[in-house]
């Protein structure tokens, strides 16, 4: 069994930051690609950012120059660095995870979701 973990949301201000969390345990094999996503209330899930590496990361146009992913491979970890943030940007934070379990089993796995809320 894989879990997804997220950490790090909470209330800011405008203009402040915050640094999202999320660490992958179980019974994991390897991680190809791991991710954040966004859900603000009756809107759709969106991406925030995501890749395989570093330097495959693709960043939503809404948050490019302000929000940067990174990885912890031998932790299982992928954080989300979020600066300058703006009320639009208050929504539930989703962690994704592609991962092969033990079993040779390979799906996509989610977080239970943490609150941001921007505002002053």
């Known amino acids: 069994q894989v879990q997804l973990v997220e950490s790090g949301g909470g209330l800011v201000q405008p203009g402040g930051s915050l640094r999202l969390s999320c660490a992958a345990s179980?019974?994991?094999?390897?991680?190809?690609?791991m991710g954040w996503y966004r859900q603000a209330p009756e809107k759709q899930r969106e991406l925030v950012a995501a890749?395989?590496?570093?330097?495959?990361?693709n960043y939503a146009d809404s948050v490019k120059g302000r929000f940067t992913i990174s990885r912890d491979n031998a932790k299982n970890m992928v954080y989300l660095q979020m600066n300058s943030l703006k009320p639009e940007d208050t929504a539930v934070y989703y962690c994704?995870?592609?991962?092969?379990?033990?079993?040779?089993?390979?799906?996509?796995?989610w977080g239970q979701g943490t609150q941001v809320t921007v505002s002053s």
């Open positions: 179980g019974s994991i094999r390897s991680i190809a690609a």
């Open positions: 890749g395989r590496t570093s330097a495959s990361t």
């Open positions: 994704s995870a592609l991962i092969e379990s033990t079993d040779g089993t390979i799906r996509t796995y």
